[in-house]
């Protein structure tokens, strides 16, 4: 048994752990900008299609939240029982099977990071350019993507600046057009009422159109496990990124909340319904048509800090793998700061190709399924760890380096004694319970997003046995 292993049902010393350079601030940016990207700026429009009350959307993102806050307390004894990179590769590979965590290791790096980079460059595109026409577009959005990894090659510390730099900057500028909001609400009586409850709000929440909006909610929270995929970089890593998911979470639940009462508050829901940029059309109604303008270029800058994010996280998936399997080891190289550059630079040129394309929105659709069932089998996990922390007899190779005595070990019973999910098991069982719930509703809702998921989940898993092989000729 390695050190590895025994990091999952024991608490290592701290000299073991604490190798990483990532402070709690960083990992908390990174958190909350990966979270707060395209998703809450594009889904109160289509919301609005389906439900009518202020009230029931604010509802759902709280629930949304909540949920979010059941996976994030999972991951953090996750991550403090497996305190390595590469986020549900890691886990699901350690947990059931290395093919399980191949998998998972594919759909992150197609539809977990390079589609959402792409699609998260383009909006900043597109809202750059309704603040500055002179900007176009695709050159915006190319400039983002590869002016952002260029930043990311150079150094660890460099990282950490631009994420903690551009993600502060963010949520200064959004947080004071929230705050003229609130004050603008708070004057007025009768705007406060659209948020408050009404005769059929709660009931509202009963239908199944609720089920849809419920569905934007769930992507606008996605990334909320973000801190797990850098973790072996991370100082104190057993308890920082736990630390960081929680907090990042609850954090971002309020912020989502307010923002989405501003906007509901700020224009006419006429004007909102089935609009994609609801920011900016919010704005121009709360601080005029030059405000509206404002209002797109401080988006802009937010997507900023969501694309930094996901090029920071996503190439330490790959990286992950390449240490793992010798056919992909080229891709686990890393520079003399510790970069993945090879990883990164692979994920540069998915993105770059799917900008180029201009048709990855769909494949965003057809791997969400997969997506949050990676998210299950990962919360799912720490039941199954639990499970296994019934005392066994196991054999130590170092016995000295956890503090035991000398010798041949063979009767020593070793319990897990680090970060424990409070009020377990209810977090992860109400996370899997309404992840599920929504998966079967877009299922019956939607068969062929279901079917091509399960495609995408299918050919890793078909590919795995031929790259194990490869694995058992090298070792």
């Not at 577009?137 to 460099?158: D, E, N, P, Q």
């Not at 409850?197 to 909610?217: H, M, Q, R, T």
């Not at 109400?430 to 062929?448: E, N, T, V």
Request: hydrophobic share 50%; net charge positive; aromatic share 10%.
């Amino acid at each position: 048994m390695d050190m590895n292993s025994i990091s999952q049902t024991v608490s290592l010393p701290k000299n073991l752990t604490d190798t990483g350079g990532v402070r709690l601030l960083t990992c908390l940016s990174l958190v909350t900008a990966t979270m707060v990207g395209t998703g809450v700026y594009t889904s109160l429009g289509f919301q609005l299609l389906d439900l009518q009350s202020g009230f029931s959307i604010l509802c759902l993102w709280v629930l949304g939240g909540l949920i979010s806050l059941c996976g994030a307390l999972s991951y953090a004894e996750l991550s403090s029982r497996i305190p390595r990179s590469g986020g549900e590769y890691t886990y699901l590979s350690q947990i059931y099977h290395p093919s399980i965590g191949f998998m998972a290791a594919c759909v992150s790096l197609f539809a977990g990071f390079a589609a959402p980079i792409a699609l998260s460059s383009i909006a900043f595109g597109t809202y750059l350019h309704a603040a500055i026409p002179s900007c176009t577009v695709t050159f915006s959005s190319v400039s983002a993507v590869v002016f952002i990894s260029c930043f990311h090659l150079r150094s660890l510390k460099i990282s950490s600046l631009v994420q903690n730099g551009v993600t502060a900057l963010k949520f200064i500028l959004v947080g004071i057009f929230v705050g003229i909001g609130i004050w603008k609400a708070a004057k007025h009586p009768s705007l406060q009422a659209l948020i408050l409850p009404s005769p059929g709000s709660l009931s509202e929440l009963l239908k199944p159109s609720s089920g849809i909006a419920l569905l934007y909610v769930f992507y606008a929270y996605s990334g909320w496990n973000a801190a797990t995929y850098i973790a072996g970089e991370v100082r104190e890593r057993q308890r920082t990124v736990g630390l960081a998911l929680m907090l990042g979470t609850a954090v971002v639940m309020i912020f989502y909340v307010l923002l989405n009462a501003v906007f509901i508050t700020a224009a006419p829901t006429v004007d909102l319904r089935g609009v994609l940029n609801v920011g900016s059309i919010a704005a121009n109604h709360l601080l005029g048509p030059l405000g509206g303008r404002m209002m797109s270029g401080i988006i802009a800058i937010g997507l900023l800090a969501s694309i930094s994010a996901m090029i920071w996280t996503g190439p330490r998936v790959t990286q992950r793998v390449g240490e793992d399997y010798p056919i992909l080891r080229f891709f686990a190289a890393v520079s003399p700061h510790g970069i993945p550059h090879r990883a990164l630079i692979l994920q540069l040129a998915l993105a770059l190709a799917m900008i180029a394309m201009g048709s990855f929105q769909t494949v965003l659709v057809f791997t969400q399924m997969p997506l949050l069932l990676c998210l299950i089998l990962g919360v799912a996990g720490l039941i199954v760890q639990r499970t296994r922390d019934k005392p066994s007899n196991i054999v130590l190779k170092h016995p000295g380096r956890l503090g035991l005595a000398p010798g041949n070990p063979t009767n020593t019973i070793l319990q897990y004694r680090g970060f424990r999910c409070p009020l377990y098991p209810i977090p992860p069982l109400l996370f899997i319970i309404c992840s599920l719930a929504g998966l079967f509703y877009s299922a019956w809702s939607k068969p062929w997003i279901a079917l091509s998921g399960i495609g995408i989940m299918i050919l890793p898993l078909l590919l795995h046995p031929w790259v194990r092989r490869r694995l058992s000729k090298h070792s």
